[in-house]
């Protein structure tokens, strides 16, 4: 299983960026969850969306991205979407794209954005936002 996050660099603050996930070495549709983490310099990774397919794809969100960030995904191309607007500084931050082939149903957003609940993850990219 492999998952590289493409889209990342210098965004200016009140802008938008996406960032992309494509995974290899696994067929995507035995992915249960995906997800979207990301660390920012002195901080623990904290979890920021989610999608749940066992749930109809219902997605999650963090409160601090809630309205600004959505996550997507591309069946047909493997691959995990985030669409963040509205950037600010404090979002500069390493982003990790992850997946989880456990079934998951109704497990609730602490669940779904929590580090433990995926097994494979990528290498992370560099998002910067300057004011």
């Known amino acids: 299983v492999q998952l590289v996050e493409s889209g990342g660099g210098v965004a200016q603050a009140g802008g938008s960026v996406r960032l992309s996930c494509t995974g290899s070495g696994f067929d995507f549709e035995d992915v249960n969850s995906v997800a979207w983490f990301r660390r920012a310099p002195g901080k623990a990774r904290e979890g920021i969306a989610a999608i749940n397919f066992p749930e109809g794809g219902r997605r999650y969100y963090a409160d601090i991205v809630k309205g600004r960030f959505t996550i997507s995904a591309d069946d047909a191309k493997d691959a995990v979407y985030l669409d963040a607007s509205t950037l600010r500084p404090d979002d500069s931050a390493v982003y990790f794209c992850?997946?989880?082939?456990?079934?998951?149903?109704?497990?609730?957003?602490?669940?779904?954005?929590?580090?433990?609940?995926?097994?494979?993850w990528g290498q992370g990219i560099q998002l910067t936002v300057s004011s």
């Open positions: 992850a997946v989880s082939f456990s079934v998951s149903i109704a497990v609730g957003r602490q669940e779904m954005l929590r580090p433990g609940s995926y097994g494979h």
